[in-house]
């Protein structure tokens, strides 16, 4: 099986041009996977129904979310519909149904929380010059932590005052506020260029050793500044862009206008911001119909 996974990580990358992120999540899904087939001798191409079954409930019994075993279920049947498109192999997923997955309410924060966590870092040394115009970036943009540590310098235009968010094939552009572009255009003139070893280094955020930022770093120094604000919320990098999307919406920026910054391809992703639309739907509801 090694060699097909090859083939079919290849495709992925070259004729579906997926991000290097979905690459590591199937790969990562379909190499645990092979270690199971080998364990119990059963070959990839021999693989029933009832074996994929059998490994689900192997997933569930060793504690995997719900959404782990969805997720993996989805990178199993892709790779089996590749593999029946070039051999005369049957998909052993075709009739196995992925587990639900509940859905969580995201963790937002307040505007005043916002601006708390905004505050914390000072511009007295290199590493306060990033980390602040690296928050003011992450809740300004509203992006994935992903796309944001993927970003290169070049693809941040201050002169029209947008970041080009590039993911995998499909590309999207976002407005930055004066706030962002303020920090960001001191990081980058007093911190960047001292912080990188060479002018080869692309990376628009980096570490104090001059590398790009990792999805860990990134996520300490969020946790760092949660601390130092007193906020007792669990803050991730995700929160900044599900706070971004919910004060969009409560001061009227529309459903599709958000869909579009935050990359969703589907509305009902974006849907789920709804709830928080201080008071949403029945306050309109009872000032606006008469016989509320």
Known sequence: MEKQLKQFLKFLEVDKRASNNTLQSYKRDLVQFESYLNENNIKYNKVKESDV?????????????????????????????????????????????????????????????????????????????????????????????????????????????????????????????KMCLTALKEYVDKARGILIKTDKEQALFVNLNGKRLTRQGFWKIIKYYQEQANITKDITPHTLRHSFATHLLQNGADLKSIQMMLGHSDISSTQVYMQFQNGGLNDIYKKAHPRA
């Open 53 to 177: 079954k059998d490994y689900i409930n192997y997933l569930e019994e060793n504690g995997k979310k719900a959404s782990t075993v969805s997720r993996t279920i989805a990178s199993i049947r892709a790779f089996y519909q590749y593999e029946m498109k070039n051999k005369k192999i049957l998909d052993p997923t075709a009739n196995i149904q992925s587990p639900k997955i509940e859905k969580r309410t995201p963790c937002i924060l307040t505007s005043q929380e916002v601006e708390l966590l905004l505050e914390q870092p000072t511009d007295v040394d290199l590493k306060g010059i990033r980390d602040k115009a690296m928050l003011e970036f992450a809740y300004a943009s509203g992006m994935r932590v992903s796309e944001i540590i993927g970003l290169n310098i070049e693809d941040v235009v201050f002169e029209e005052g947008i970041v080009v968010c590039k993911n995998g094939n499909k590309k999207r552009m976002i407005p930055l506020g």
